[in-house]
């Protein structure tokens, strides 16, 4: 469920009109709402108190899917550790108030300033993802007298996710350390003075709503925690990563239910029952997702004789994913559609200069006209934290509801900040 509903004629975010922030904010603008983050936050970490032994399951939520400081400090407030893969990402999560001992840093190229700013912000957790990662985290680490807590992202070589560029846990892809790999990795590592080895890590794409991906996973995991351990290594850990999915699709009256999440924590206190280990969580999309919309105007309409083009002022460089995976965003028109009204079959382009700057084609909508309020629903993830100023548009702005109020969490950059960015070389006097 979320906090996006019509009311007296007009799509609010929770209590707050649409109109009210595009008129106020102007448009494109992506609207969080905090209610629907914190209603997921909680759904997902109930469903794991309730699956999993008491104080066993760490949530960290992925940044990356949505790294405004609003959304931090609201996952901040209710206990929610961070997952990061940069060090901005790990200076963000400290801006945020999140205390260093619930940031966990993922990603397989860290580099040696990357690493050094980790450790000596004394985060809980490094996920190494290669065997030049190690030496290198442990060289950086024994420099400043510490030595890290980490664990070894393994590559499940099992892979699943919603498009092929989200998939991360096949051997086809440049995550992790192998299974073969991984004891002697293990073993070296006990000889080295930075880094102490925790336990192990798995993340295998994105978008899944298969259990039984995630389960052909981590029932792999808990063999290898168990063959470790039979070795004599020290497996305290085990970081199951995100990538449970969400509906993109949805009905406007259907409810989301707390059915899927149910059904992942279910099947995790199942396949780690009687493990003994501390397991760590990183959703991003699931918290985040459906929490936030892209609101956007109808700048024009271009009838030609086999379609009608929508154009509309937010485009690709606002939110990539249409043009980067296909991805399928609903579309809810802000005033509410009379009963009856005429339907069209749109295609929805934005205003860069490149085809692939298509959110859908042939999507059949209620008809609109120009200066009309849309609504890119389910555009919380991976929407402003993949923006990006090409063809020198201006980042996006963002606004957070909570109630009946609203804040802007980031001002839509201005044009002096766009083009005082850049410096001109001396040569030109
Ligand atoms: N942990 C690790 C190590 C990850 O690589 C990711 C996402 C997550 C956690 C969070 O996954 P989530 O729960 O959000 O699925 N830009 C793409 C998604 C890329 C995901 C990258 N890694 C999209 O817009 O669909």
Redesign the pocket.
Known sequence: MHHFAYRDGSLHAEGVDLNRIAAEVGTPVYVYSSATIERHYKLFEQALKKAVPAGKAHVFY?M??NGNLGVLKTLGALGAGI?T?SEGEVRKALAAGIPPEKIVF?GVGKSEQELRFAVEAGIYQI?IESESELDLLSKVSASLGKRQEAVFRVNPDIGAG??AK?T?GSSENKFGVSFEEVGRLYGRAANMPGVRIMGLAV?IG??IREIDAFEAAYSKMVALVGALKGEGHRVERLDL?????IPYDIPKSFDYGPGLIEAYAEMVGRVTKGLDVELGF?????IVGNAGILLTRVLHLNPRPTKQFLIVDAAMNDLV?PAM?E?YHEIWPVAEPAIGAPDVAYDVVGPICESGDTFTTGRVLSALKQGDLIAFMTAG??GAS?SSTYNQRLLVAEVMVKGDQYAVTRPRQSYEELIGADRLPAWFG
């Open positions: 992925a990356k899917a997952d893969v993922s996920n919603g498009h989200i991360t993340h994105s978008q990563g995100g990538g449970l999915g990183e959703p991003g999309r699931l994913r995976y991805a993830a991976y993949m």
